[in-house]
């Protein structure tokens, strides 16, 4: 069974930074695409950043430069570097693979889900 598991979160003031990671069991990161995505409160849940198989990466425009999205995949886990962290970051990160077709940033193409990490950035 796919386990997905992040950590990591927590709060920091605003130019602050944090890393997520995403530990998975059952389950080789190797061979997927796999994206982190966040959602806040009363607001639809949004791509922030994906790595492919290669580890090539891509970012919503509102992170670029300031988030950096890495794997170990000796360790299977996932990670969100998150620097410059602005309040309107404030939500609940998740980490999420990828195995079909799709643009990374749409959540319908994912198929495994961690439960989330509380990220909390104050002005």
């Known amino acids: 069974q796919v386990q997905l598991v992040e950590s990591g979160g927590g709060s920091v003031q605003a130019g602050g930074s944090l890393r997520l990671s995403c530990a998975a069991s059952g389950y080789t990161y190797s061979n997927d695409y796999m994206g982190w995505f966040r959602q806040a409160p009363g607001k639809e849940r949004e791509g922030v950043a994906g790595?492919?198989?290669?580890?090539?990466?891509s970012y919503a425009d509102s992170v670029k430069g300031r988030f950096s999205i890495s794997k170990d995949n000796a360790k299977n886990t996932l990670y969100l570097q998150m620097s410059s962290l602005k309040p309107e970051d404030s939500a609940m990160y998740y980490c999420?693979?990828?195995?079909?077709?799709?643009?990374?940033?749409?959540?319908?193409?994912?198929?495994?889900w961690g439960q989330g990490t509380q990220v909390t950035v104050s002005s």
């Open positions: 999420a693979v990828k195995r079909v077709g799709g643009a990374w940033y749409e959540r319908r193409w994912y198929t495994y």
């Open positions: 790595i492919d198989r290669a580890g090539n990466p």
